[in-house]
C-alpha cells in the first residue's frame, strides 16, 4: 500500500470531533458530529482504478458462483435511490449533504461492484428501476436498519471468507474499504435515529417507536421470505447475508462465525468518537442467540 492510500485508509477509520465534552443525543455537538463523520471519513478511492487480481480457476469458480451479486448490485442501487429520496425531504443543509455524500457512496458501491462482475465474467441481470418511494423516510430507515443486519454479518463473514483463504488475499484487500465504508453508514445511521428521536416533538416520538418496531417486522418478513410488496418498493433487502451465509454454510460453524462477528464489529467501530452511540440491536441479539449455540465439536 502506499502512503497515499494508507493515509486514507487510516483516516476512514479513525475520527474524532474537535471539540471536546460530553455530548447528549440531539444536542448541538451530537449534531456536528452526526453530520461531520461521513465527509471527514471518507476515503476517495475510485472504483476505476481499483485492482482486480487474476484469480486461479478455482478461486474464480468459488467466486463467480457466489449467488450474492445481482442482489448485491441491486441492494446498492436502490440505497444510493432510497437515501437520496429522503435526502430531498431534509430541508437542513447539513444533514442534506450527509445523506447526499452517504448516497454517493451507496452509488460508488454499486460502482465497484459492477467492475467486479465485468472483471470475472459474472453474469448478471440487467439493473433495475426502481419506483420512488411513497415514504422516503421509511424507506431509509428500512436501508438503515437493513444494513444493521447486513454489515454485521458480512463483517464476520468477510474475515471468515479471508481466514479459509475462500477470499484470496487479494481480493480481500481491495473490498476491505467498502466493508468499513459499511460500517461507517450503521454509525451515522445508528446516531441519526438517536438524533432525530431527541429532537423530535414529545407527541411524536411514540409514532416513531411504532415505526421503527415495524421496520424490524418488515425486515424479519422480508427475510423470511413472505414480505408482500408492502411499502410500494420491491423485495429484496433481505439478500446478501442470507445468500452468503448459506454459499459458506459448509465451511462454517455458527458459533465461530458469530465470535468472529462480535470481535470485527468491535474492532470495526473502536476508531471512532467514543461519544457517537453505536449500533447495539445485532451485537445483543448475537450474544443472546450465542448462549445457546456452542461450537461444533473439533474432529481433528
Ligand atoms: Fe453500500
Ligand atoms: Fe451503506
Redesign the pocket.
Known amino acids: 500500500m502506499d502512503d497515499a492510500i494508507a493515509t486514507a485508509d487510516f483516516n476512514a477509520r479513525h475520527w474524532n470531533f474537535p471539540q471536546t465534552g460530553n455530548i447528549q443525543a440531539g444536542d448541538a455537538t451530537h449534531y456536528g458530529m452526526l453530520t461531520r463523520l461521513l465527509i471527514e471519513t471518507y476515503n476517495p478511492y475510485k472504483p476505476a482504478v481499483l485492482n482486480w487480481p487474476k484469480l486461479e480457476p478455482d478461486a474464480l469458480a468459488r467466486i463467480t458462483s457466489l449467488p450474492i451479486w445481482d442482489i448485491a448490485v441491486q441492494t446498492e442501487i436502490k440505497?444510493s435511490m432510497r437515501i437520496e429520496a429522503f435526502a430531498a425531504t431534509i430541508k437542513d443543509p447539513d444533514l442534506k449533504a450527509a445523506l447526499l455524500h452517504?448516497a454517493r457512496?451507496?452509488a460508488r458501491?454499486k460502482d465497484v461492484l459492477s467492475r467486479l462482475v465485468a472483471a470475472y465474467d459474472i453474469p448478471l441481470k440487467p439493473d433495475e428501476v426502481y419506483k420512488q418511494p411513497r415514504d422516503p423516510e421509511w424507506a431509509f430507515m428500512v436501508t438503515g436498519y437493513s444494513?444493521c443486519v447486513d454489515s454485521f454479518f458480512a463483517y464476520g463473514l468477510f474475515e471468515m471468507a479471508r481466514r479459509s483463504g475462500y477470499f484470496p488475499p487479494e481480493l480481500v484487500e481491495t473490498f476491505e474499504p467498502v466493508v468499513q465504508?459499511?460500517g461507517r453508514?450503521i454509525l451515522f445511521f445508528t446516531n441519526w435515529i438517536a438524533w432525530h428521536k431527541a429532537t423530535m416533538p414529545l407527541w411524536r416520538r411514540p409514532y416513531f417507536f411504532c415505526k421503527i418496531i415495524a421496520v424490524w417486522l418488515f425486515l424479519i418478513y422480508e427475510r423470511i421470505g413472505i414480505a408482500k410488496d408492502v411499502d410500494g418498493l420491491e423485495n429484496g433487502d433481505a439478500n446478501f447475508t442470507v445468500n452468503g451465509s448459506k454459499a459458506l454454510a459448509d465451511e462454517m460453524d455458527p458459533a465461530t462465525l458469530i465470535d468472529i462477528c462480535l470481535e470485527e464489529d468491535k474492532k470495526r467501530m473502536s476508531g471512532y468518537d467514543p461519544r457517537l452511540l453505536r449500533p447495539t440491536t445485532m451485537p445483543k441479539l448475537a450474544r443472546f442467540a450465542r448462549l445457546f449455540i456452542r461450537p461444533k465439536k473439533r474432529t481433528v
Open positions: 440505497a452517504m457512496e451507496e458501491h444494513e465504508e459499511e453508514h
